[in-house]
């Protein structure tokens, strides 16, 4: 997989096919390859004319792993991203990212709106007003000597999900120790780029994807049917919603 530099950090990526850039930007704990190619996003997007990048996050996937909470963050995500456009000589692109990554691309929205055509939020509805919920939980979590020793429910499934991954957990709980960036609602209302917010009807940890798309001015809501916040990434519905949305964007 090849790597670009950003700010000393060695982080891997994914770049595939020929038309409009689209940069995806996966969740917490995910990696490209889980959040992206497995689902068939790439597949997808490349049929649609699309070419398709994708980065791993740090501390993720076989991007650098950190283990300071001061090296993670929302914002130094989001400036990862700007930097990967940057090595690609990308001037603008679509973005699509999903539960942390949605954050890092309302951040992207509001502070490099110039590099966007349009944000596509996935997963994420007004908790993205708020940090990480059972934050704390997660991180000790991930961590514990066994997934036994987890009672909450929350930090059990990332504990979970990382050892099915084959994620570095302590990287990730370094990541999770971290305060989110939290973004200013007031902000959010300056956001001029066409935006689709996409939630899984049963996704109980995104927070209110109505209450989130009020706060963008023009904001799309797509609500996809039945699926919780892990279910709805691959989801056809979500896929089919995406397509339309980049069709019509400006």
């Known amino acids: 997989m090849p790597t670009f530099d950003s700010d000393g950090l ?5 770049d595939e096919g020929d038309g409009d850039p689209i940069l995806l930007i996966h ?6 390859d889980v959040n992206w190619v497995g689902p068939g996003w790439f597949d997808v997007l490349q049929a649609d004319g699309r070419r398709v990048v994708a980065i791993d996050n740090r501390g993720h996937g076989a991007s650098e792993k950190l283990y300071d909470p001061a090296f993670y963050g929302s914002d130094l995500m989001a400036r990862d991203a700007v930097r990967l456009l940057d090595h690609l000589n990308i001037a603008r692109a679509d973005v699509m990212g999903y539960s942390m990554g949605a954050r890092v691309a309302a951040l992207l929205a509001i502070e490099s709106r110039g590099r966007l055509r349009s944000a596509i939020l996935g997963g994420m509805g007004d908790g993205l007003l708020r940090g990480a919920p059972s934050a704390d939980d997660i991180a000790e979590g991930l961590v514990a000597d066994s997934v036994d020793d987890i009672a909450n429910p929350t930090a059990k ?3 979970r999900f990382a050892e099915a991954t084959g ?4 990287a990730l709980s370094a990541c999770m120790r971290m305060q989110r960036t939290l973004v200013d609602p007031e902000k959010l209302g300056t956001i001029t780029t066409p935006t689709l917010v ?11 994807p109505q209450a989130l798309a009020d706060l963008i001015p ?8 039945r699926r919780d916040h892990n279910r709805a ?15 019509r964007r400006p």
Do not use: Q, W
């Open 157 to 159: 499934m990332f504990r």
């Open 167 to 170: 994620a570095d957990r302590r």
């Open 218 to 225: 023009g904001a799309e809501l797509l609500l996809i049917p």
């Open 10 to 14: 060695t982080l891997a990526y994914r």
């Open 198 to 208: 996409a939630v899984g009807t049963e996704d109980e940890v995104a927070g209110d």
């Open 233 to 247: 990434v691959g989801d056809k519905v979500y896929k089919a919603g995406v397509l339309s949305f980049l069709e």
């Open 27 to 32: 969740g917490f704990a995910s990696n490209l």
